[in-house]
Nanobody, 125 residues
């Protein structure tokens, strides 16, 4: 599966952005898709995940209530809607996917087989 993330940019604190991740050549049916981010000098961290079978959603505590993940299987696209952005949300955001991930691994980057190139989100104060 080839993944392409887009939608990053520069936004002021309190603003919103929507990231998109498109799968080329197939749908996300049966997959779990995750969003991760990596800030300068920091390790990559889990942001959110979407389990296509059943539509289950998972969030890191740091983004709960501000970010929302959703999927459109007809467009082979998973979205990350980010509201109330803070300077500490500044990072490169990556999408990832796996058909074989187990629930306990959903927030771990080790659980994902496929990764897209990141898209940079910069939040100014």
């Amino acid at each position: 599966v080839q993944l392409q993330a887009s939608g990053g940019g520069l936004v002021q604190a309190g603003g919103s952005l929507t990231l998109s991740c498109v799968a080329s050549g197939r749908t996300f049916s049966g997959y779990v898709t995750g969003w991760f981010r990596q800030a300068p000098g920091k390790e990559r961290e889990f942001v959110a995940a979407f389990k296509w079978s059943g539509g289950y959603k998972y969030y890191a505590d740091s983004v709960k209530g501000r970010f929302a993940v959703a999927g459109d299987n007809a467009k082979s696209t998973v979205y990350l809607r980010m509201n109330g952005l803070k300077p500490e949300d500044t990072a490169v955001y990556y999408c990832a996917a796996s058909r074989t991930i187990i629930l306990s691994q959903i927030s771990s980057d080790a659980g994902y087989n496929y990764w897209g190139r990141g898209t940079l989100v910069t939040v100014s104060s």
